[in-house]
């Protein structure tokens, strides 16, 4: 389940980042202390991305990011702050600055099926999702919150498959807008990366 967690927190982040720029402040205020988490885990690698171009996919290196995932558990909910940093020398700005911050948290509820039902709250949007029983995959769907007419998508949708070996990232992550009858992809990334040993306080 933990690992799970890590997989989708990743690829929704990254996404998030591919598609436009976070706000000044994408964590949210608080004069607290932050909650103990029952467990943390940090994730890095590397993401390629890629543009929909007459009918076909074509790969984008300017828009590759590598990234760094802090995600710490508590119980039926978890929360992750990420990092990315596009360092390709011809990145053109228009995803937002070469380096931002994102956060998002997740709550989960047992479903009928024996999975788990998702809620996302993020600094980009919210949505909502699922994971099948038995580990069988994810998928979330992020209603991306400054979505206009001049910007090209409107969702973000996250799928992942439990074919990556153990310890390992592996997500697909489509930027498309909806339309009446209809659907238009406009980015994807493809995520890769490690997923470093949990701790428990």
């Not at 360092?87 to 380096?99: F, Q, S």
């Not at 992550?173 to 659907?183: D, I, N, Q, R």
């Amino acid at each position: 389940m933990k690992m799970k967690a890590v997989r989708i927190l990743a690829a929704v982040l990254a996404t998030f980042l591919a598609g436009c720029a976070s706000g000044p402040s994408p964590l949210p205020l608080t004069d607290s202390p932050p909650s103990v988490p029952t467990s943390s885990t940090v994730f890095a690698g590397h993401a390629r991305a890629f543009r929909w171009v007459n009918e076909a996919w074509v790969a984008d290196p300017s828009h590759d990011y590598d990234f760094l995932v802090l995600e710490k558990r508590f119980g039926d909910r978890w929360e992750a702050v990420k990092e990315i940093y596009r360092r390709h020398p011809k990145y053109d700005g228009r995803a937002g600055p070469r380096v931002q911050t994102l956060w998002f948290a997740v709550t989960m509820s047992p479903a009928g099926d024996g999975g788990y039902d998702l809620v996302a709250t993020t600094s980009e949007g919210n949505g909502t999702g699922h994971e099948k029983a038995g580990g069988g995959g994810l998928s979330l769907e992020i209603a991306y919150a400054r979505s206009n007419l001049f910007v090209p998508f409107d969702t973000i949708r996250i799928r992942q498959d439990q074919t990556s070996a153990p310890g390992n990232l592996a997500e697909t992550v489509t930027l498309l807008k909806k339309a009446k009858g209809g659907e238009k992809p406009f980015m994807k990334m493809e995520e890769e990366g490690l997923v470093y040993r949990p701790l428990n306080p």
